[in-house]
């Protein structure tokens, strides 16, 4: 995917220029909204996309003044561009670990997704592991922060074929330290 490769050379790129952090990151909890877009490909079909509002909440956990670990949960409510009148919900529940630089936050993150697609029609709930990748600007002593986030899972539905799909995630958000 192009733009997972844009983004993690962008974080090394950044990693490479700006050395070590300013200060460490501090423990605190964190709450962000923000827009979210879902393409789905599921073999033959023809798949589909999504797109609609997220929101997410975390706690950050210090381990050194570069890296930080964030237990996390996002969920969001999309619409459907290929099926009428059908919603979709996700949920997500997993880890981020975050490297430092300076004000600039890099890093991962492994996860259990969920979706829940409804109306025009369809009547679909699936689940599955993923991972992604999370890059954004953030003061380590906390306040307001910027995210994006790019995801990509294998969800399993009980009687069709595994269903891959990939997100980008771009947040604003507010962190209490």
Same mark, same amino acid.
């Given at each position: 995917?192009?733009?997972?490769?844009?983004?993690?050379?962008?974080?090394?790129?950044?990693? =490479?220029?700006? @050395?070590?952090?300013?200060?460490?990151?501090?423990?605190?909890?964190? /709450?962000?909204? @923000? =827009?979210?877009?879902?393409?789905?490909?599921?073999?033959?079909?023809?798949?589909?996309?999504?797109?609609?509002?997220?929101?997410?909440?975390?706690?950050?956990?210090?381990?050194?003044?570069?890296?930080?670990? +964030?237990?996390?949960? *996002?969920?969001?409510?999309?619409?459907?561009?290929? #099926?009428?009148? &059908?919603? #979709?919900?996700?949920?997500?529940?997993?880890?981020?670990?975050?490297?430092?630089?300076?004000?600039? #936050?890099? !890093?991962?993150?492994?996860?259990?997704?969920?979706?829940?697609?409804?109306?025009? !029609?369809?009547?679909?709930?699936?689940?599955?592991?993923? &991972?992604? /990748? #999370?890059?954004?600007?953030?003061?380590?002593? @906390?306040?307001?922060?910027?995210?994006?986030?790019?995801?990509?899972?294998? *969800?399993?539905?009980? @009687?069709?074929?595994?269903?891959?799909? +990939?997100?980008?995630?771009?947040?604003?958000?507010?962190?209490?330290?």
């Amino acid at each position: 995917m192009k733009i997972r490769n844009l983004l993690l050379n962008t974080a090394m790129l950044f990693v =490479l220029l700006t @050395g070590t952090a300013v200060a460490e990151p501090k423990n605190g909890f964190g /709450l962000n909204a @923000g =827009l979210v877009g879902h393409s789905r490909d599921c073999g033959g079909c023809a798949g589909s996309n999504t797109s609609g509002l997220s929101l997410g909440l975390d706690y950050q956990f210090a381990l050194s003044d570069k890296l930080s670990i +964030s237990p996390f949960l *996002m969920t969001s409510g999309e619409t459907s561009s290929n #099926v009428s009148g &059908a919603t #979709v919900g996700h949920g997500i529940l997993g880890a981020q670990l975050r490297y430092w630089a300076g004000d600039m #936050v890099f !890093g991962g993150h492994l996860a259990m997704y969920s979706e829940a697609i409804s109306g025009g !029609g369809v009547s679909l709930t699936g689940s599955g592991g993923g &991972a992604g /990748l #999370v890059a954004g600007w953030e003061k380590p002593d @906390g306040g307001l922060y910027f995210m994006g986030q790019l995801d990509s899972a294998t *969800m399993k539905y009980t @009687g069709f074929e595994d269903v891959k799909f +990939s997100a980008f995630r771009l947040s604003i958000g507010y962190r209490w330290k």
